[in-house]
Nanobody, 124 residues
Framework: QVQLQESGPGLVKPSQTLSLTCTVS??????????WSWIRQPPGKGLEWMGA???????YYSPSLKSRTSISRDTSKNQFTLQLSSVTPEDTAVYYC????????????????WGQGTQVTVSS
């Protein structure tokens, strides 16, 4: 059973860069056809897919966030990370990492495993 755990600061100041890490256990992030995503849910709103890194290292980004988002990985630690730059209070959300096997399809109903989520607040 794949398990994912998000970690990172819970409070970020406006204009700074938000950085989160997802640690994966029970499976390798390089296993063929697995896609490792970041998803967020602002208060009172729905889930939003932000981007992903594939088993191959290829990255995919939401067009609306692409200019501010970077996803990378450390295969030696079986981790992948999210960096979101120039944050504003509108980036306040619960951030999740999740994975799915198959094609690079970002239908939120088709993710196989999710982390528990971590609250990030953007405030001065």
């Amino acid at each position: 059973q794949v398990q994912l755990q998000e970690s990172g600061p819970g409070l970020v100041k406006p204009s700074q860069t938000l950085s989160l890490t997802c640690t994966v256990s029970g499976g390798s992030i390089t296993t063929n056809y697995y896609y490792w995503s970041w998803i967020r849910q602002p208060p009172g709103k729905g889930l939003e897919w932000m981007g992903a890194i594939a088993y191959s290292g290829t990255t995919y980004y939401s067009p609306s966030l692409k200019s501010r988002t970077s996803i990378s990985r450390d295969t030696s630690k079986n981790q992948f990370t999210l960096q979101l730059s120039s944050v504003t209070p509108e980036d306040t959300a619960v951030y999740y990492c999740a994975t799915r096997r198959g094609l690079p399809n970002w239908n939120l109903n088709e993710f196989d495993y999710w982390g528990q989520g971590t609250q990030v607040t953007v405030s001065s």
